[in-house]
């Protein structure tokens, strides 16, 4: 890999010389970044008898570097195709490593105070919103949508992003192909769209929404449908170096296995979010409360198979009774985070934090977190962010 890496980073280098001596319009420039990810999460959910989550401990390393070519075409318009490699190490698991390839090309434009990007590929998932490190309550995905685990191992995407920002609004759509029809290997794609509209006095109208489509093996048949659509309203204020963030959603889950024959299965919820930050220090909850938001979770398929986090990339504690058989019956999940980001840099951000779990029945369990990244291209990123947010 690594000879490979440094083959096509001399290729692309070559070309962009070579077109810049050719006297070509474009300008073109050889680009390259880097990110760097450590995580600690220490999982304890005995209390609840491990019967949402099992405890364990989550150590790992993350590096991502990516190597390419920027075309710069004037009026605003830039064009890149880059490619690099994702390697993952779980501490204490030997010399194993989990590694993949990501190739894509991007197109943006920049300009009458909009921004505008499209890529197609296998490109990173923190380019979205549903992948993204740590932001404000007004701007995060809920984890009914995808939970801290599978936002930090599943890193990369396959398929189309779509990101429009301007000071008013940020909309992004896109399409994640996660599995092409094969031997015990399902069809499956999710469909992913969010989007936030600045009004005034602090507040802001949006949405956040998700098809996933779980279909066939060869071997043997079954479609399950997941979609989940969750308009919001949410509200900023800042005084005195304190900022107060709340978010208002309602969440609505639509189900079906259609070869359990189940037809459309509606499962409502309402959702408060709100972050209160003070300098480095920041506490943040989650207070839901409505139906199971996965149904046939703990259900099985044609082949034996446990549905699980296959079908739902949420946190599971959003099945919100112990067996998701009593999805139906209306309750309450809540989540509280305590965390501290001692070192904040364009490029760099260390983060320690807790978070408890309750439900109807109280304390589920917690988690102590410790986090590292290092985002070469978190300057830009910054910039984007405040772009985006409009304030």
């Known amino acids: 890999m690594k000879r490979i890496l440094i083959l096509i980073s001399v290729c692309f280098l070559f070309l962009s010389v070579s077109a810049q001596?050719?006297?070509?319009?474009?300008?073109?420039s050889?680009?390259?970044?880097?990110?760097?990810?450590?995580?600690?999460?220490?999982?304890?959910?005995?209390?609840?008898g491990n019967r949402y989550m099992n405890s364990e401990t989550i150590i790992f390393a993350r590096l991502a570097p990516s190597v390419g070519l920027s075309v710069d075409s004037?009026?605003?318009?830039?064009?890149?195709?880059?490619?690099g490699a994702d390697v993952l190490r779980d501490m204490g698991k030997g010399s194993e490593y989990d590694h993949e390839f990501t190739l894509w090309y991007s197109l943006g434009y920049k300009g009458n105070g909009v921004r505008f990007t499209g890529r197609a590929g296998m490109f990173p998932r923190r380019f979205s919103i549903f992948g993204s490190d740590p932001v404000p309550t007004r701007d995060r995905v809920p984890s009914v949508f995808v939970s801290d685990k599978a936002r930090v191992y599943d890193s990369n995407m396959e398929g189309i992003l779509l990101t429009l920002s301007s000071r008013r609004a940020y909309v992004e759509a896109g399409?994640?192909?996660?599995?092409?029809?094969?031997?015990?290997?399902?069809?499956?794609?999710?469909?992913?769209?969010?989007?936030?509209?600045?009004?005034a006095g602090g507040f802001d109208l949006g949405w956040t929404a998700t098809l996933y489509h779980f279909a066939n093996t060869l071997e043997y048949r079954g479609v399950v449908d997941n979609v989940l659509v969750s308009p919001f309203l949410s509200w900023t204020r800042s005084a005195g170096g304190f900022r107060y963030d709340a978010k208002v959603s309602w969440l609505q889950g639509i189900h079906q296995d259609r070869i359990r024959k189940t037809g459309l299965?509606?499962?409502?919820?309402?959702?408060?979010?709100?972050?209160?930050?003070?300098?480095?220090?920041?506490?943040?909850?989650?207070?839901?409360y409505g139906t199971g938001q996965m149904p046939?979770?703990?259900?099985?398929?044609?082949?034996?198979?446990?549905?699980?986090?296959?079908?739902?990339?949420?946190?599971?504690f959003y099945k919100v009774n112990p067996a998701s058989t009593d999805w139906k019956k209306p309750g309450f999940y809540g989540r509280l985070e305590v965390y501290w980001n001692p070192l904040v840099l364009d490029l760099a951000d260390i983060r320690?934090?807790?978070?408890?779990?309750?439900?109807?029945?109280?304390?589920?369990?917690?988690q102590q977190k410790i986090g590292v990244v290092f985002d070469l291209d978190g300057r830009w990123n910054k910039k984007h962010r405040i772009i985006r947010n409009g304030r």
């Open 175 to 199: 399409l994640d192909w996660m599995g092409m029809l094969g031997s015990q290997r399902r069809e499956r794609f999710q469909i992913f769209t969010y989007g936030s509209f600045f009004l």
């Open 352 to 366: 320690l934090g807790a978070v408890a779990h309750f439900n109807g029945s109280g304390f589920c369990g917690w």
């Open 74 to 83: 004037g009026a605003g318009v830039t064009q890149s195709l880059m490619v």
């Open 265 to 288: 299965e509606l499962a409502p919820g309402a959702l408060l979010s709100q972050d209160l930050r003070w300098k480095k220090v920041s506490v943040s909850g989650d207070m839901y």
């Open 21 to 28: 001596d050719k006297g070509m319009k474009e300008k073109v």
């Open 30 to 48: 050889f680009v390259y970044d880097a990110y760097f990810r450590y995580c600690f999460d220490n999982r304890e959910f005995g209390q609840s």
């Open 296 to 316: 046939y979770y703990d259900d099985f398929d044609a082949g034996g198979n446990m549905y699980g986090s296959d079908l739902y990339f949420g946190c599971p």
